[in-house]
């Protein structure tokens, strides 16, 4: 499914959060947000994911604008993650993410096979299935956090927003979360946006970045058209050397400095 933003503007309170962005992500890609803290990455997501209102523009799913759309239309056709999950003490894995097929029932109808078919599928393609009867709670962050993937799986939604999926995760974490929503991408054709800090990371797991600096876009491409010393030193005030990793097939950085 495709995602189309048209000259959006968003006020959050007195400031103008997001100025003016337009963009095109193509069904079945990875786009990643990037962008120094307080830039309107998280502002953003929101306006997309339609929890908060734009000031001005439009925002279309496959040509639809989804000011068009009734909330349930829209949240089986696009799933969010957002960066603060909070979550009961006594829900299992299962059950949290059986929550994903909660806008695809029919009012005053239960689950049918159907349902419960996607739900074991979901489970399964994030590699919980043993782990179903836990409780989320108990689950380690990388553990948590595929429960959390497995629940937006479950709505069969065509796009995926995550709003900084990997923050608070050790890096083996990190690493475990992209490569699962890498290989949902590629064998599902799932369409992915998500907000990510680490640059490196960014690069690497992303067909498209978005470079978002005092609610402006400043940068849209491919990776390795978009990353330069130069963006680097103008948007992240770093001055660092880039190198071409040629196991991965993309670029990445190493910091000397910060730039006053």
Known sequence: MKLRVDSLNVDYGDKKAVKNISFNINDG??????????SGKSTLVKAISRCLKPTDGNIYLDDTNINDMNTKVIAQKLAVLPQVKNISSDISVEELVSYGR???????????KEDKDIIEWALEKTGLINMRKRFAVSLSGGERQRAWIAMTLAQKAKILILDEPTTFLDISYQLEVLELIKELNETLGITVVMVLHDLNQAVRYSDKILVINDGELCGFGKPNNVLSRCLLKNIFKIDADIYDDKVNNC????????IA
């Not at 890609?29 to 307080?38: C, Q, R, S």
């Open 251 to 258: 670029l990445y950085f190493i910091p000397r400095k910060t």
């Open 29 to 38: 890609e990875i786009a990643t947000i990037i962008g120094p803290n307080g």
């Open 102 to 112: 909660y806008p695809n029932l029919k009012f005053g109808k239960k689950m049918s």
